[in-house]
Nanobody
Framework: QVQLVESGGGLVQAGGSLRLSCAASGRTFSRDGMGWFRQPPGKEREFVAAISWSGGITYYADPVKGRFTITRDNAKNTVYLQMNSLKPEDTAVYYC???????????????????WGQGTQVTVSS
């Protein structure tokens, strides 16, 4: 059974940091593009960051550039999202996703991901 399990969410004050983790199991993800998406309250799910299968290429949504960093450890089947300088507008449920053989600009497209985690809540207070 394929599973993606996010962890590391929580409540943090504006300006603080959190590190999200996404542990994958049930198949090998070392050739998958991996992404983080978020869904703010009352809004649609949106792209946050993505990383190529090798980890050599990353993409970020404009609102998080310079503050968030996505990395992966293929030996551990885990992808991370380091979030610094958090703002209240970063409040959302954060989801990780895996897209088999997804690469390049397709990593930004939510419809290219086949596997999704259950989400972890991030709340940033002002």
């Amino acid at each position: 059974q394929v599973q993606l399990v996010e962890s590391g969410g929580g409540l943090v004050q504006a300006g603080g940091s959190l590190r999200l983790s996404c542990a994958a199991s049930g198949r090998t993800f070392s050739r998958d593009g991996m992404g983080w998406f978020r869904q703010p309250p009352g809004k649609e799910r949106e792209f946050v960051a993505a990383i190529s299968w090798s980890g050599g290429i990353t993409y970020y949504a404009d609102p998080v550039k310079g503050r968030f960093t996505i990395t992966r450890d293929n030996a551990k089947n885990t992808v991370y999202l380091q979030m610094n300088s958090l703002k209240p507008e970063d409040t959302a449920v954060y989801y990780c996703a895996a897209g088999p053989f997804v690469a390049g600009s397709f990593l930004l497209r939510i419809d290219k991901y086949d596997y999704w985690g259950q989400g972890t809540q991030v709340t940033v207070s002002s």
